[in-house]
């Protein structure tokens, strides 16, 4: 796939994207006094319809001091009184360039006793934008379960949780840099500031109610808001409770509400703990959306014996007295948010245009974002014989920036990629002998076609740019097969790629390229029959001049990679420490790299599967998180459900089940991913992970881009250096 595959990476100060941002990662920030004192905050906590009284209130300002460090508490701690009611008087100056939050820990709403199992918040936003001077200028803070399930999966990735009780504390933080040398100016709190502008786009935080679209504007994406609601009443049903009564585990439980909700929200991974309150709960739900791996008894108190899912027994918590009203009424097949841009969506004329006819998301081929977290959606009008393409662009917001025009020669673009130097390119994947096998690079800032360049080899398919701004690709043509790089010059106005041919080289069809930490290349190589190959190329220069041997070494797989048959599935992803995972029609597989010398690789076993077309596995490519787990959208086409499945591939391969999302259709009312018709992505293509960690896919069949907030780790396009993992 055409892509920049190095997803642990930072967005910077830059001016040549679609948008030139002076901090955080993706968003526009308002200039505000530094280290302003903040005046009284007041509001009001609800559990459900009922007040929170003697409830703990924190006001918090986020830190620079990696995932989840501790937070700064801005003002002493106060109690809600019998109505719900709080007021705060800060006397701790609020950090220039960091976000405010409050949480409400243990209260009651007029039972007997206080709940040391809730605990709520509500993401406020970034303060300089609260206050005017030393006054605050926001309304009264409402805390709700709503707004603690938007922070939850908003936030979630910059989250941790300790203490308990009444003095339980919620800390949100962000690293203060990546490692490593960049052309770009390095953020001080990248992929917080997108993560803080998702949790304010979802839930008004002065109602406590979801936007029917994200951040309240009209044609935006469609917010899930029944399923927000329904998530929370599952809330309510432990908040309004007076706690646990007895142990809970991944197992077992002790049959109240608080017991039920910890129980089924433990993450199914070795060693997970089991949550003891609220805001905890819902973060795990956020992170593991499909929490369904162990069945439970009927009343779901046990685990392993009966036909209840995790994901019913959740549902059967939200009874019919829930205080939200609007909820699913029936059971979600997982608890993703998706939000949804609909198929039309970023159509431009005039100056945003670079054409006479400028279409929005139609048959989304592929989705790519760049190191500010801006969105490229590549779109065509068919599947199986396009009559153009084109790339829109959109700000991290989803705000229309350019369409390109509707280009009736070069159809055959099948991915898409930036670099940091303000370009998005795309390869024409046609044969030489028509002459438009082109490497096409357009404007992040206008969507102006800068350059097109031929590739003097036949079919290019598959690319991947280097942090040198330069493009590695191979073709998927059967004969002749060869690497080659275009080496970038000139600027970022006026680019320039020569071309040239590397070692060592392939023989048969090359449906995927990826490199490693250290440069060093992976091929996966297309079969005619039940068979394919991983080919391995080792980095025998520096990085900033990689050089290659005179040959691949190869590894052979069993499992179906075709450029003929359908369906196929493919894909391969690099991790951390060098080995690979691909996939085929017959599995996932890991292929791992031993150290020699010499130097060799070899393909480890099936990795289970959480869903198939027919008997095969339908993958569109795969991609890797922050946390190294493997995602891969299905690219069903309405036969099965679609979505992206997910692996955690460091706890021996564990499937964690395929994530589709629930949203609302002004044709068809709620819709969730019970059947491949109905679900968000139906037909999922091609995906990207943005550095707050929610996952962008592009569906072709169902003509639209979907963002699941939060469902994988932060990660950064365009800027990781080649290294997975969270920026540290």
Same mark, same amino acid.
């Given at each position: 796939?055409?892509?920049?595959?190095?997803?642990?990476?930072?967005?910077?100060?830059?001016?040549?994207?679609?948008?030139?941002?002076?901090?955080?990662?993706?968003?526009?920030?308002?200039?505000?006094?530094?280290?302003?004192?903040?005046?009284?905050?007041?509001?009001?906590?609800?559990?459900?319809?009922?007040?929170?009284?003697?409830?703990?209130?924190?006001?918090?300002?986020?830190?620079?001091?990696? #995932?989840?460090? *501790?937070? /700064?508490?801005?003002?002493? !701690?106060?109690?809600?009184?019998? /109505?719900?009611?709080?007021?705060?008087?800060?006397?701790?100056?609020c950090p220039a360039g960091q976000y405010a939050y409050i949480?409400?820990? *243990?209260?009651?709403?007029?039972?007997?006793?206080?709940?040391?199992?809730?605990?709520?918040? &509500?993401a406020l936003g970034k303060c300089s934008d609260l206050y005017s001077g030393t006054t605050y200028t926001g309304q009264p803070v409402w805390v709700d379960e709503v707004t603690t399930v938007a922070a939850a999966y908003a936030l979630g990735n910059f989250t941790t949780v300790s203490g308990s009780g009444a003095s339980a504390v919620v800390n949100i933080s962000a690293p203060t840099n990546n490692t490593g040398t960049y052309s770009v100016t390095v953020p001080s709190a990248g992929g917080l500031a997108h993560a803080f502008m998702n949790a304010l786009a979802l839930v008004n935080p002065y109602s406590g109610q979801p936007y029917a679209t994200y951040n309240n504007k009209a044609g935006y994406g469609v917010i899930p808001d029944a399923e927000i609601f329904l998530l929370g009443n599952i809330l309510q049903s432990c908040v309004n409770s007076t706690g646990t009564t007895g142990t809970n585990t991944a197992m077992a439980n002790d049959g109240t509400p608080c017991g039920k909700l910890f129980s089924m929200t433990t993450p199914p991974v070795s060693g997970a703990?089991?949550?003891?309150? &609220?805001?905890?709960?819902?973060?795990?739900l956020a992170h593991y959306p499909n929490p369904s791996v162990n069945t439970w008894s009927t009343d779901c108190t046990t685990a392993g014996g009966g036909t209840s899912?995790?994901?019913?027994?959740?549902?059967?918590?939200?009874?019919?007295?829930?205080?939200?009203?609007?909820?699913?009424?029936?059971?979600?097949?997982?608890?993703?948010?998706?939000? @949804?841009?609909?198929?039309?969506?970023? @159509?431009?004329?005039?100056?945003?245009?670079?054409?006479?006819?400028?279409?929005?998301?139609? #048959?989304?081929?592929?989705?790519a974002l760049d190191y500010q977290d801006n969105v490229y959606v590549l779109n065509t009008d068919s599947g199986t014989s396009p009559t153009y393409t084109n790339i829109n662009g959109f700000g991290p917001d989803m705000t229309p920036v350019f369409a390109t025009a509707n280009d009736t020669t070069y159809i055959l673009i099948k991915e898409i990629a930036t670099d940091i130097a303000g370009h998005v390119l795309g390869i024409n994947a046609a044969t030489s002998s028509s002459g438009n096998n082109y490497l096409r690079v357009y404007s992040t800032a206008n969507g102006s076609l800068l350059v097109s360049t031929q590739a003097p080899t036949s079919s290019p398919l598959d690319a991947v740019i280097d942090t040198y701004n330069n493009v590695l690709y191979l073709s998927s043509s059967t004969s002749g097969t060869s690497l080659r790089r275009f &080496?970038?010059?000139? !600027?970022?106005?006026?680019?320039?790629?020569?071309?040239?041919?590397?070692?060592?080289?392939?023989?048969?069809?090359?449906?995927? /390229?990826? /490199?490693?930490?250290?440069?060093?290349?992976?091929?996966?190589?297309?079969?005619?029959?039940?068979?394919f190959k991983v080919d391995y190329a080792a980095n025998t220069g520096t990085y900033a001049?990689?050089? #290659?041997?005179?040959?691949?070494?190869?590894?052979?797989?069993?499992?179906?990679?075709?450029?003929?048959?359908?369906? @196929?599935?493919?894909?391969?992803? *690099?991790?951390?420490?060098?080995?690979?995972? &691909?996939?085929?029609?017959?599995?996932?597989?890991?292929?791992?790299?031993?150290?020699?010398?010499?130097?060799?690789?070899?393909?480890?076993?099936?990795?289970?599967?959480?869903?198939?077309?027919?008997?095969?596995?339908?993958?569109?490519?795969?991609?890797?998180?922050?946390?190294?787990?493997?995602?891969?959208?299905?690219?069903?086409?309405?036969?099965?459900?679609?979505?992206?499945?997910? #692996?955690?591939?460091?706890?021996?391969?564990?499937?964690?089940?395929?994530?589709?999302?629930?949203? @609302?259709?002004?044709?068809?009312?709620?819709?969730?991913?019970?059947?491949?018709?109905?679900?968000?992505?139906?037909?999922?293509?091609?995906?990207?992970?943005?550095?707050?960690?929610d996952i962008w896919v592009v569906s072709s069949a169902s003509h639209n881009l979907t963002l699941l907030i939060g469902a994988a780790a932060p990660t950064w396009p365009a800027l990781s250096m080649v290294k997975y993992g969270r920026p540290q």
């Open positions: 796939m055409i892509r920049f595959d190095l997803p642990s990476v930072l967005c910077a100060s830059i001016s040549v994207g679609i948008l030139s941002l002076t901090t955080g990662c993706g968003v526009q920030t308002m200039a505000g006094p530094t280290d302003t004192p903040l005046s009284a905050i007041g509001g009001i906590a609800h559990g459900g319809m009922q007040t929170i009284q003697g409830g703990t209130v924190t006001l918090y300002a986020t830190q620079s001091n990696g #995932y989840g460090g *501790a937070a /700064l508490q801005l003002a002493p !701690t106060t109690t809600t009184d019998t /109505l719900g009611s709080f007021t705060l008087a800060p006397n701790v100056a949480t409400i820990a *243990a209260g009651d709403t007029g039972g007997a006793s206080v709940n040391s199992n809730s605990l709520l918040m &509500t703990s089991t949550p003891t309150n &609220t805001m905890a709960a819902m973060l795990n899912t995790a994901t019913s027994c959740l549902f059967g918590l939200s009874t019919s007295e829930g205080a939200y009203g609007g909820p699913l009424t029936s059971a979600p097949p997982d608890w993703a948010l998706a939000v @949804v841009w609909p198929q039309g969506y970023g @159509v431009q004329t005039g100056a945003n245009c670079s054409g006479t006819t400028c279409g929005g998301i139609n #048959y989304a081929y592929y989705v &080496t970038y010059g000139g !600027t970022s106005a006026a680019p320039t790629y020569t071309t040239a041919t590397l070692t060592p080289q392939l023989t048969g069809g090359a449906m995927q /390229l990826t /490199l490693d930490a250290n440069l060093n290349i992976y091929a996966q190589e297309a079969s005619s029959s039940n068979t001049a990689p050089a #290659y041997g005179s040959a691949f070494t190869t590894t052979s797989l069993s499992g179906n990679v075709s450029l003929s048959v359908s369906p @196929v599935s493919f894909g391969i992803v *690099a991790d951390a420490n060098g080995n690979a995972y &691909t996939g085929a029609s017959g599995g996932l597989y890991k292929v791992t790299k031993n150290a020699g010398p010499p130097v060799s690789i070899s393909g480890g076993a099936q990795i289970s599967l959480p869903i198939t077309y027919g008997t095969a596995m339908y993958f569109r490519y795969l991609y890797l998180d922050g946390s190294g787990n493997v995602l891969g959208p299905d690219n069903a086409n309405g036969s099965v459900t679609s979505g992206v499945a997910v #692996y955690d591939v460091a706890d021996g391969g564990l499937a964690l089940g395929t994530y589709k999302g629930c949203y @609302v259709s002004y044709v068809t009312g709620i819709a969730c991913g019970t059947t491949g018709s109905t679900s968000p992505m139906s037909s999922p293509r091609g995906a990207a992970i943005d550095s707050a960690g």
